[in-house]
């Protein structure tokens, strides 16, 4: 049952609000794309009343790879790099990212493509001069995997640093999510009653 009604409650999550542009990674584009035809189909029948988004799948993003490199990175294939784990969990990932193969030795010349910890340093946007240096000395054997994904594991806790911390602050503080939750519903209803009403009126609910 899951199978089948998953993607509509997706296309639901989507087509309420009227968006015009969807992003998404590659993997997700199908779920979209079934919105749009979900919509469509509905507007054929009864009218121009959903709005049919456009599609963005932003190519350096649209597949984030594991930490292995087999798979796409996901929390349940323990394949992620968790940003609210403990900074040991994070560190223990970090560690495990694959790198070139081909490397035996900290001083072998290695290929920065079949490193991983290189390919998310681009991805959080790391200064891009440092990268680079980084690479040229990976390239030359001048610099370990270790340092590398220290350097990374560094860079990663300070990169997402404020909201580690944000997320400890709020969870100290449980009525004020329950009321930022209220006021998302309530700003969520705000918009998609509307269309709704619109929904019933056009099948003849109302």
Known sequence: MGLFSYPVLMAADILLFKPDIIPVGE????HVEIACEIARTFNNRYGDILKIPELSVQKNVARVPG????RKMSKSLGNDIPIFGTEQEIKKQ???IKTDPARVHPTDPG?????????????????ASKLEEMKEKYRKG?????EIKSTFLNFFLEY??????????????????????IQ????ANAITKPILDQIRRAIGLI
């Not at 993997?27 to 199908?30: P, T, W």
């Not at 404020?162 to 009321?179: A, G, N, S, V, W």
């Not at 998302?184 to 700003?187: D, M, P, V």
């Open 67 to 70: 930490i292995y490199g087999d």
């Open 160 to 181: 997402f640093a404020d909201f580690r911390t944000k997320k400890i602050e709020l969870l100290k503080d449980k009525e004020r999510i329950h009321e930022i939750r």
């Open 184 to 187: 998302g519903a309530q700003k």
């Open 142 to 146: 001048k610099i370990g995997d270790v």
């Open 94 to 96: 970090i560690m495990s």
């Open 111 to 127: 290929n920065p493509d079949k490193n991983l910890a290189f390919t998310y340093f681009d991805l959080l946007s790391y200064e």
């Open 27 to 30: 993997d997700q584009s199908q």
